[in-house]
């Protein structure tokens, strides 16, 4: 099963960007390309959302509340899925998860803390 580990989180004024990033170990590029990737956060108080997500063939969907805001790529030959940040606001705010799923695979990262904040 692919292990996953995010990156690039922490604190940003409002208005700001970031990028996480989301690196996929313990398989190979072509399995890799394989996997649905999809990224995910909890506010405190919340449930577990879904951000974005990108498929094999590299069809994305998003959330309606980061349309036009964020980006979801993926990078097969890195194994790692990316996410751009741009404009963002306090409501934002939340532990940000990588999720990978193949047939009966689903993996989660331990996720990366995003504050959006003056």
């Known amino acids: 099963q692919v292990q996953l580990v995010e990156s690039g989180g922490g604190l940003v004024q409002p208005g700001g960007s970031l990028r996480l990033s989301c690196v996929a170990s313990g398989t190979s590029g072509s399995i890799f390309r394989l996997y649905a990737m999809g990224w995910y956060r909890q506010a405190p108080g919340k449930q577990r959302e879904l951000v974005a997500s990108i498929n094999s063939g590299g069809t994305t969907n998003y959330a309606d509340s980061v349309k036009g805001r964020f980006t979801i790529s993926r990078d097969n030959a890195k194994n790692t899925v990316y996410l751009q940040m741009n404009s963002l606001k306090p409501e934002d705010t939340a532990v940000y998860y990588c999720?990978?799923?193949?047939?009966?695979?689903?993996?989660w990262g331990q996720g990366t803390q995003v504050t959006v904040s003056s």
């Open positions: 999720n990978g799923q193949l047939a009966k695979f689903d993996s």
